[in-house]
């Protein structure tokens, strides 16, 4: 009888300590983290989705280092905002002919889930531009998420 009694509470202590220490295992993030510019590149004279030949493409006084370097058969570029700052600056050479990018965007916090944490979205107003090689750049969606989305088309 006492054994039984026993072997109840045992069991119940042992299966409530397995089901705590699951409960708070954190689980891992499947999801996109980071929220880039998803820029599509477009040949101006057909307005129609066309890879450069080459991209080249690195921010203005960023640290990292290029972006793209000479790669072919991108028809979308991602761009990285900084969070902290208001402002960022990009230098792309398409096919050879260099211009330059600035965006001004305001930043926001947002909680993707409790695995994935915090991450940073962006709102741009237009962006500024050189027009060696690029003749319009237009805004699709001026929301910067970690959703799979166009934001801006170059076109070329």
């Known amino acids: 009888m006492m054994r039984k009694y026993f072997l109840k509470i045992f069991s119940a202590l042992l299966g409530s300590t397995i089901i705590i220490m699951v409960a708070c295992t954190p689980g891992a993030c499947f999801d996109e983290t980071n929220a880039f510019v998803k820029t599509s590149l477009y040949l101006y ?3 129609k989705l066309l890879a450069p030949d080459s991209l080249t ?9 290029k972006i793209y370097n000479s790669s072919k058969n991108i028809t979308l570029a991602l761009l990285p905002l900084d969070a902290s700052a208001d402002s960022c600056g990009f230098v792309i050479m398409i096919n050879g002919v260099i211009d330059t990018i600035t965006f001004s965007y305001s930043t926001h916090p947002i909680l993707l889930s409790k695995e994935c944490g915090y991450t940073f979205y962006h709102t741009i107003d237009t962006p500024f531009y050189s027009r060696n090689i690029i003749d319009t750049i237009t805004v699709s969606k001026n929301t910067i998420t970690t959703l799979n989305e166009e934001n801006i ?3 070329y």
């Open 153 to 155: 088309r170059i076109y």
């Open 45 to 47: 004279s057909t307005g």
């Open 57 to 65: 493409l690195y921010g203005i006084n960023m640290d990292s280092s």
